[in-house]
């Protein structure tokens, strides 16, 4: 006998229904979304303090900077949230958070790098408009 995921009352129908009614499976989906929803707004919250922190700690003029480890962690730097990673062909991996990497030298030492802009991410200072 299958029962709906939502209110458990027996299901009548096709043999791949989940509801009972719409109701139900909207109710269903709707939660999942906000589910979803707050569990990334946790992980932007993180992932925007650590690029923060990397901004700070480097400043606004450097393209990289070597800093102490302890630096961040008294920042509450959380090491193991970042956007992506790359291994360079030393076998070293350079952990992404948005356009900053930082790659760990020792257990004490950290190298933070700034990615430079490219031609489709760059804004211009003044935009020329052509006549």
């Known amino acids: 006998m299958r029962k709906c995921k939502i209110c458990s009352k027996r299901l009548v129908g096709r043999r791949d229904k989940l509801f009972c009614t719409v109701k139900c499976k909207n109710y269903y989906h709707v939660n999942l979304r906000r589910a979803t929803a707050m569990a990334v707004k946790e992980l932007d919250i ?16 450097k393209v990289q900077y070597n800093v102490q480890r302890v630096v961040l962690e008294k920042k509450k ?8 990673h790359h291994i360079n062909s030393n076998g070293k991996t350079y952990h992404y958070v948005y356009d900053f990497a ?17 031609a489709e991410n760059q804004t211009p200072d003044v935009i020329t408009k052509e006549v």
């Open 46 to 61: 993180i992932l925007h303090r650590n690029r923060s922190i990397l901004l700070e700690v480097m400043g606004k003029n």
């Open 77 to 84: 730097f959380r090491f193991k949230y970042h956007t992506h």
């Open 102 to 118: 930082w790659m760990e030298f020792s257990n004490d030492k950290i190298l933070i790098v700034r990615k430079p802009l490219t």
